[in-house]
């Protein structure tokens, strides 16, 4: 705030009023600028995971060969990929004639407003849009959330459902409870990434995760192990009980109708289950791998179906 002018003699109730209004007048172009300087980008996967960009007044631009802004070394994405402008009152991210396209949340854009928690992607790199708040603490939160949640599904990653797999067997070996596991995979995944590109692939990943919670409902803990394979366990139930809960899975992969830019695909997934019984000495790698064997079994079998 300025000093403002020296207070004459017998004015006194004009200089309240202006020393108001000046007061009022910055304080308010205070909060309006760190307002703008609270937005920030952070990068949700490799190759640059965890780094982020301050957005403010000054244009910022993404791409492989930028400099002074947001630098992502990923053949996926061009040289000049995209730019986020200040408009004002907001962000809006402007993509300039990349290769691979700009996407907010899911859906190709030339150019978006941004609202806070928008996720960006960048040919196959992820982003999140962050206004408002305290920048440190929401940085920190998120980047914490990224350690346990598989940033492009938003299911658990593999690290959160390794830790999970092992709690469960070792209450199932203190106890007369079992537990089971499935494996599953998208069929002929490569097909459509090489078909229709990593893009349109990502979003089936993400579409395939919301249908298979759905489908599992409360039951069991979901989590994405591999490119395109995904587990599940679920504590307190037989082969029987998981079998008929992969066959719920199954089935609601099959009858959904997957569609990304108005792109319709036939997807399918197989899946493998097995039990982890009661006291077993089991350990989980042994488990995982029984579970594996019997996907690759129902892919032998011709794909689209469950085997125990």
């Known amino acids: 705030m300025g000093s403002g002018p020296s207070r004459p003699p017998n004015v006194g109730d004009a200089y309240e009023s202006t020393l108001e209004v000046t007061v009022s007048r910055d304080m308010r172009d205070l909060v309006e600028v ?7 980008l952070i990068v949700l996967s490799e190759p640059c995971l965890g780094s982020r960009v301050l957005l403010a007044e000054t244009p910022v631009e993404i791409g492989r060969g930028v400099r002074g802004g947001l630098l992502i070394d990923s053949d ?6 995209a730019r986020v402008e200040w408009m004002g009152s907001s962000h809006r991210i402007v993509d300039l004639g990349s290769t691979n396209g700009t996407f907010v949340n899911g859906s190709r854009v030339t150019q978006h407003e941004l609202r806070d928690g ?10 999140k849009y962050i206004a408002g708040g305290n920048i440190e603490a929401t940085y920190h939160e998120e980047f914490q959330r990224l350690m ?5 599904t938003g299911v658990f ?9 092992r709690a469960a067997a070792n209450a199932a070996r203190s106890t007369d409870t079992p537990f ?5 995979d998208l069929d002929h995944f490569k097909k459509i990434n090489d078909t229709h590109g990593h893009v349109v692939g990502d979003g089936v990943l ?12 409360a039951e069991g803990t979901f989590g994405r192990v591999g490119g395109e394979e995904f587990a599940a366990l679920w504590e307190g139930a037989s082969v029987a009980k998981m079998v008929e809960l992969a066959e719920r899975v ?14 319709r695909l036939a997807v399918t997934v197989s899946i493998g289950v097995a039990e982890y019984s009661p006291g077993s000495s089991e350990s989980v790698e042994a488990l995982y791998e029984r579970a594996d064997a019997k996907l690759y079994e129902a892919k032998g079998a011709g794909r689209n179906r469950v085997r125990s």
């Open 118 to 127: 928008d996720r960006v992607q960048i040919g196959k790199v992820l982003l």
């Open 148 to 152: 346990r949640f598989d940033a492009l």
């Open 76 to 81: 996926s994405v061009s040289r000049r990929h």
């Open 206 to 217: 993400c579409e395939l995760c919301s249908v298979a919670r759905e489908a599992m409902g």
């Open 34 to 40: 760190a307002a703008k300087q609270q937005a920030l």
């Open 250 to 263: 199954r089935s609601a992969a099959e009858a959904h109708k997957f569609s990304f830019e108005g792109k």
């Open 157 to 165: 990653n593999k690290s959160s459902f390794g830790e999970a797999l």
């Open 180 to 184: 089971s596991l499935m494996v599953l």
